[in-house]
């Protein structure tokens, strides 16, 4: 009984093809005491029929069905019952029966008169090898399906994947890791080292020493390069695989490409650093600013009190023309250190670039020209002055930076007229008559 029971997630259905009543009854009523469902077919219609209706797991076919051999019936059954297992019923089990059962793909055969221990035990293998056929294909689904997941996984991940040879040849990759190091394919990828995608041999070298020593490497931040020579910045998790021996076999690894990342973190820093000296720059405009007005109150003291000297109060004149200058300079820097909440005016964008102008070429320094193309009829604008010099000024910071070894920058200012098309995708903007400043420089520009 107890392979019965190992069995019992196939159907215990037994169709008797056999076209002698009495003998295919006679092995009904002994197999359904032995629990079986049976199924009987004296012709071969019949048995098309019972076959195509009950799907019936294992088959004993009588070798002589009247004038149609047994042996022709078998494919057509298989064909409505995929899997079927079928055994043959004959008197005579000679060599050319063997090799033509064989050719059938018939699992086992009977020889008349059947005794009941064969008859059962033959059952028992069919059933027991049905319910290994049924396990290994859900084994085999459940394979396929994990690996159906696990390959969507791979493919679909945010992180660069990647598996390479000991020597760092990259044997396999996913998509993500062939963008981010900008291969024009994952195809293009595989073969390629994990050497090109540092800068130098040294760097590669320090990197592999340390994985190699150390066996994995996690939350590992590091340089690299794309194909095109731009660095990427990345956190990368990589580990090793080893034989018994020790040899190294495999690298494998996870890459974040945070360059993004990197980049707004470096312009809050520089946010922080133009914060903190336009504080600072704001201090000392303001004690400066006192001075200049004590400076300017005693000069103008002097001028009523030297009577007519004409030389003196020209000298004089200079004292105040370049203390009010100075002066100027002061409110420029106050405007671009204060804090304040928006306060709107009508003014013209070109006076606004103007007035700032000789603050703009310091902050450029001597190796970058600044040159202004600024429209005549330029429309008024309401605006915060405040917030538009801080805006400049940061613009012209991200220039200077851009251009390390100098170049020109050009600021230019046009009337422009935005229609319903031009602003569809931007519904909080809308149509009409807009002024347009724009800033270009020779940098490089970012990825």
Partial sequence: MENHLTSRNVPRTVMIIENDRDF???LKE????EGYTVIIANTVEEAGKNAAKFQPPVCLVDIHLGTYDGMDLIPELETMVPGMISVIITAHAGLETAVQAIKKRVYDYLRKPIAVPD?????DRCFEKLAEDKRKQESGDALAKSEKFYRKFFEEDITGDFLADSSGNIILCN??????FQFESV????????RELFKDEALWLAFYEKLTHDGKLVRHEVDLVNRKGHEVNAIANVLTKRDSDGRLLEINGYIMDITDHKLLENM??????????GRFAGGIAHDFNNMLTVILNYTMILMKGIGENPRAKEDLGEVI???THAAGLTRQLLTFSRKESVNPKTVNLNDIIMELKSMMGRILGDDIVLVTELDGGLFQIEADPVQISQIMMNLLANSRDAMPKGGRVVISTKNVTLAEKDVALIPEMPAGDYVKCEGRDGGAGMD
Wanted: hydrophobic residues 55%; glycine residues 6%; aromatic residues 8%.
């Fill in 175 to 180: 998509p993500p890791f062939a963008r981010i």
């Fill in 30 to 33: 002994v197999l359904e005491l």
């Fill in 187 to 194: 195809d293009e990828a595989l073969g390629a080292g994990l």
């Fill in 119 to 123: 008859l059962l035990a033959t059952l």
């Fill in 24 to 26: 295919s009854e006679s």
């Fill in 268 to 277: 809050y820093f520089q946010a922080q650093k133009m914060e903190a000296i």
């Fill in 321 to 323: 023309k370049a203390a």
